[in-house]
């Protein structure tokens, strides 16, 4: 029994010289393959094996040796190329030594090598850890059990006596061959990843260093030392920033240190920033706490990009898109103007081939107006130019105008549009504008796809989550397979043949999916090669809070005729005296005291205008008014201001009070009333419309000139000084503006602008939102052309008058 813990001992020292052997091979062989050292690991495990058998207690050709953790430990760490050679080896010279157990060893050698293999795979599909070389050792040790039952019969004694020292030191040596194998692999990993790193950091142009929590540097890459103006890293170490920058610089530096350090985030900042070489730009930094191994916020590490070229090439791709809104947009809408009034008949009946030639041009002056404007527009989008006027409104009604715009649109084709309303009444927060221009993008699409005669369907429902989705369906030949991943890619087509015959600049889709993502929804479709395609754009629904509902009987008109005015007033005694007042000039009245019932009011009923206190029940008139302007009923209604504070509102409301007729101080001065009534009545209307059109294109103003006709007085200014004068001199009932004047901006006519008169703003730049309310109108050229804002014009005339004449008649 002695000499068996002998010989076992023996063995357990050469396992440990063994895998310092090994080691040493792998600090020579580390460059080559895996495959290379996995047969080289096995190699090293087979003489192990051999050396052990060969110096191992032998009794009539019974070994009793630790050959199995040599084998055990080439399959668990080398896979099938280790156990191979480990096996083979162990195999053959195990049978070389003969005697009567030899097969109950090679038995042995084959169920360890199976063992250990089973559990390299194991492994593989995860990080190895203690516990799994605790199995495989005791794996190993307990396949020794398995073959017992076959050793010889004159063995059974020598092997009850062998077997506890066996397992005991095959499971022994096992555990020890792994762990130092592990520790070398791990060792081996952790070096090569530090050579890596240090490679990276060294090399990267960037700078990248780590600061305690004092703001002292603690490492660094030579970019850091280059940009702060320091010798070499060894020289930044334990400095701060305040020992190379001057002391507001260090000290913005260090509270950006401070912000990511209190709030444990990490902090993205452009900042402008003076280079070594005395070079002013901009800096990309990222601050992220730095955190020990108990994760205790301990220091930051800083990382610093030079995005001057970035910020130098946004500002020229900003410049590049307004020059080319100007410069493009303003010639093409004169071209594209001309040609469809010539083509209108404007200039006369044409000779066939003229007016057809005259058509070509015009369709394609069309093609290459949607082409920039697309161009444009997806510029805009992704840089961020274009504002976004969210506000939470009705869906359906964008959707029955964007249906109704595009029902012109191949109108040869006679292809029938239908909307589906699955989710009436649904609200969601939107730009009217921009979801207007999604819905033509997709519906201009379905259109194009669809055969002649066939139908396009728009469906408006609402989905789980509080969402709501928008489909728009058709019936085409759908979207081939290989196109489909790339669909809302920049320029895509699925077939340029296609794309030549149908029109279309490919990037629709891509607007589509930008303007969106900007709204907060999403846009995916279905699509079935011969049978049609849906594209549906997921939105949030908004819901309003319950309002208290207000009980109002709904009545028209009085039976004698005559125009109502709406009375905001909370005080009963101002009320009656303005009715009474109201009275005098032929008018009808309610009055409502507070806003909850002026907005029942002016819902359920009609009304030619409407008298606003601005304090009102304690309410602000101001916030009425704005909301009676956002609403869908009455929102053109003409107002009378009447307020102790009417100086200090119109202040307030400044360019957004369009269709205030009069601000009037209490007590009520009745000629100034009845002068205002005057107006609403119609009572002072000019025989021609007065126009001030300014604009520098003379090309612009011959279209708009010809578009308008003779039955408006047109004034033209090709400057902001020539159209300051004009508004000195004159009353314009209507003001056309284009933004971009040879000295100055039409914007700075709006101080000088009265509030009453209307403005159209017809410019290739577009409007910002914030004077979006002082507007009546917003049309971008090329968007817009001149055709358009004229028929704008006349009908805002002609509404004008109609309401004029039937405020005379009711009076009369």
Known sequence: MTEIWHSLLANLALVSILVVAWDLVVDFTGRLPRRIQSLLLGLVMCMGSIISMATALSISGFVIDLRAAFIGAAAFFGGWPAMVIATAGSIAYRLYLGGQGAAAGVMGILITAVVGLAWHHIVAVRSRTMFDILGLGVSVSLAGLIVLPIIPAQFAGLAQQST???????????????????????????????????????????????????????????????????????????????????????????????????????????????????????????????????????????????????????????????????????????????????????????????????????????????????????????????????????????????????SNYMAENRIRIVLVDDAPRAEANIDPDRLHQVMANLLSNAIKFSEPGGTVMVKLLRRDGDMLRISVIDQGAGIPEAFRGRIFGKFEQADASSTRKKGGTGLGLSIVKAIVEKLGGAVSFETEEGKGTSFHVDLAEARRPAEKPVLVERRARRRDGRLRVLICEDEADIAAVIAALLDAEGFSSDVAPDINTAKALLASRD?????????????????????????????????????????????????????????????????????????????????????????????????????????????????????????????????????????????????????????????????????????????????????????????MLASARDGAGASARAKE
């Open 164 to 406: 506890l020292p066996s397992l005991v030191f095959r499971f022994v040596g096992t555990f020890i061959i792994a762990v130092l194998l592990d520790r070398q692999q791990r060792r081996r990993d952790l070096a090569m990843s530090n050579m890596i790193y240090r490679a990276m950091v060294r090399e990267l142009p960037d700078c990248l260093n780590i600061k305690d929590g004092e703001g002292r540097f603690i490492a660094a890459n030579p970019a850091t030392a280059e940009m702060v103006g320091a010798a070499s890293v060894e020289d930044l170490i334990g400095k701060t920033d305040f020992d190379f920058y001057p002391k507001e610089v260090a000290e913005r530096f260090r509270q950006d240190e401070l912000g990511a350090l209190e709030a444990g985030q990490t902090l993205r900042i452009d900042q402008p920033a003076l280079f070594p070489d005395s070079r002013q730009g901009w800096l990309y930094t990222l601050k992220a706490p730095f955190r020990d191994e108990t994760g205790k916020i301990t220091g930051v590490i800083t990382y610093n990009r030079d995005i001057t070229e970035q910020k130098r090439n946004a500002q020229l791709k900003n410049d590049f898109i307004s020059t080319v809104s100007h410069e493009l947009r303003t010639p093409l809408t004169s071209i594209r103007g001309s040609l469809g009034l010539i083509a209108a008949g404007v200039a006369g009946e044409l000779p066939p081939k003229a007016a057809n030639l005259v058509n070509i041009a015009h369709n394609n002056s069309e093609r290459l107006v949607l082409l920039i404007n697309d161009i444009l527009d997806i510029e805009k989008i992704e840089s961020g130019v274009i504002a976004f006027k969210i506000k939470q409104m009705l869906v359906r009604p964008v959707l029955e105008q964007a249906i109704a715009a595009s």
């Open 607 to 795: 009304y030619v205008a409407l008298t606003l206190d601005i304090k009102l029940a304690g309410e602000s008139g101001i916030k009425l008014f704005h909301d009676i302007r956002a609403s869908p009923v009455n929102s053109d209604i003409s107002v009378i201001v009447i307020s102790a504070v009417a100086d200090e509102a119109r202040r307030s409301l400044n360019g957004s009070a369009i269709g205030i007729v009069d601000w009037l101080e209490k007590p009520v001065d009745p000629k100034r009333l009845h002068a205002a009534l005057a107006k609403i009545a119609g009572r002072r209307v000019e025989p021609k419309p007065r126009i001030l059109h300014v604009e520098d294109d003379e090309g612009v103003l011959a279209v708009m000139s010809e578009g308008l006709g003779s039955g408006v007085s047109i004034t033209s200014a090709r400057t902001l000084k020539d159209a300051q004068q004009a508004i000195s001199n004159h009353r314009f009932d209507l003001v056309i503006l284009d933004i971009a004047l040879p000295d100055g901006s039409g914007l700075d006519l709006l101080a000088n602008l009265p509030l009453e008169t209307g403005l159209i703003v017809f410019s290739a730049a577009e409007l910002d939102q914030k004077l979006g309310d002082r507007v009546q109108a917003i049309m971008t050229k090329t968007k817009a052309s001149e055709i358009d804002v004229a028929k704008l014009v006349r009908n």
